[in-house]
Structure formats: C-alpha cells, structure tokens
C-alpha cells in the first residue's frame, strides 16, 4: 500500500482529461500555466483535481514492511477493476471485480503464501479465478484495492512552508512540473501536468524505510473489466 508524505492507501491520483483538439491523430490540450503558481498552490490545485477522477490507472512499487508490493492496476469510482498485484517477490495475482462480484487468480506460489494449502486446495486453485460475490470472506479487501474514491480520499491537502518546485520535464511522455517536501529523511515528490487538467502524474517517496515510486495514468478511461468465461471460475464450494 502507498504510504507517506503525499498518498494513503495502495495509492492513487487522477482528474478529469480535457480534449482540446487532434493534430495527426495526435491528441492535443493546451497549457495550464500551474508551473508559474508557489509551490503550494501547485500541490492543492492537483489534489483537487485528482479528486475529481472517475477512473485511473496505477502502476508502480511501494513498500511495505520487508516487502516489496507492485500493482499494476486500472479503478473506478464505481468500484470496478481490473489489473496485477504482487504482494512479493514472484508472488502475483490477477483482479478483476465488476460490481458486487469480484474475481482472484493466482498460480500456486500465490495460494499457497495465503496459506491456502489444505486438501490440496492451492493446486486446486493454480490458475483458475476463485469468484468471491460481496458479503464473501476476501471481498472486502479486493473493493478496497478496487475502488478508486476509496483510494483518493486521504490524498493530503498540504500547506505550509517547505515545498519546493523543480523544472518541468518529462513524465510518460508528458510535461510536468515537480513540487517536492521534506519530512525529515523522507523526501516526498508529485509531478503535475502542465497540460490540459492538473494531473498528478506520477508520485514518489526517497530517503525513508518504504520508498514508492507509482505512475498515474489513463485518467477517465473506461476500465475493461469483464468477468471471466464460467469454464475458467472456481466457487468456495467447488473446493470441498
């Protein structure tokens, strides 16, 4: 889970796209002008607009404890998604979760760092999609990840001195200013687009015990999450 100075929960910022035009297919937005706003100004106006998100894209690493968490994962605000996490090393699992049913597939070494083991039920399990409808034991958990306002709520509104911006560079292949804070040894980083919406476009944690570097991206994009074919789903009670 992203931890920190800027974010709470397994992370996640987006807002609004604002389409200007197209030039050879390309799509074009106009700039925002918050490279020229205090440092301040600057983190409040991407908070605010990153609120304002009905779907994002995460994908990236933070620590967690002696574990390194990796998520590569695409929520809305209505609680659909779809995507990987791997809560260790060459430990991953796929999500999906369309409305009040949600679906888990992991290979055996995931099961069994579940401590899912008994009677077989890990091999049972390797490379099927376990469905878990809510009210489920392991629902719960899976809409937290899932939900996209779940994970924006406690993005900070931060204030007071300290904050310092860099230069705009490139992010992704997008312009974006830096804003930077320090607390103690840790030193926190958001990069915001100075096109279109004030996205926070990618975010990241140095210096600390649990570094994070996350992108945000697909910001208002459909998420593609369908449930899997019936031949491919495994219930609890299939598992004896």
Not at 122 to 146: N, S, T, V
Not at 184 to 202: C, F, Q, S
Request: with cysteine; net charge negative; hydrophobic share 40%.
């Amino acid at each position: 889970m992203i931890m920190g100075m800027w974010c709470v929960g397994p992370g996640a910022y987006a807002a609004a796209a604002v389409v200007v035009g197209l030039v050879g297919g390309v799509v074009v937005q106009e700039p925002n002008g918050i490279e020229d706003l205090p440092p301040n100004e600057i983190v409040e106006k991407a908070v605010d607009a990153t609120k304002s998100a009905e779907s994002l894209r995460l994908k990236g690493v933070a620590t967690s404890g002696a574990d390194e968490v990796r998520m590569d994962l695409a929520v809305s605000k209505q609680g659909d998604c779809k995507g990987t996490i791997s809560p260790r090393e060459n430990v991953t699992a796929e999500i999906i979760k369309v409305g009040d049913v949600a679906y888990l597939k992991g290979d055996e070494a995931f099961w069994k760092d579940r401590d899912v083991d008994a009677g077989g039920a890990a091999d049972l399990l390797a490379d099927q999609w376990l469905k878990l409808p809510a009210g489920q034991e392991g629902f719960g958990e899976l809409a937290e990840i899932c939900d996209a306002d779940n994970l924006l709520k406690d993005v900070p509104d931060p204030s007071g001195p300290g904050l310092t911006k860099g230069k705009v560079h490139d992010v992704e292949g997008r312009p974006a200013v830096p804003v930077s804070g320090k607390d103690g040894d840790v030193t926190g980083r958001m990069d915001v687009a100075t096109e279109g919406e004030p996205y926070i476009l990618r975010i990241s944690e140095t210096g600390g015990d649990e570094p994070v570097d996350v992108l945000m991206t697909d910001y208002n994009r459909p998420v593609d999450a369908k449930a899997p074919h019936p031949d491919d789903v495994l219930e609890l009670g299939d598992l004896g």
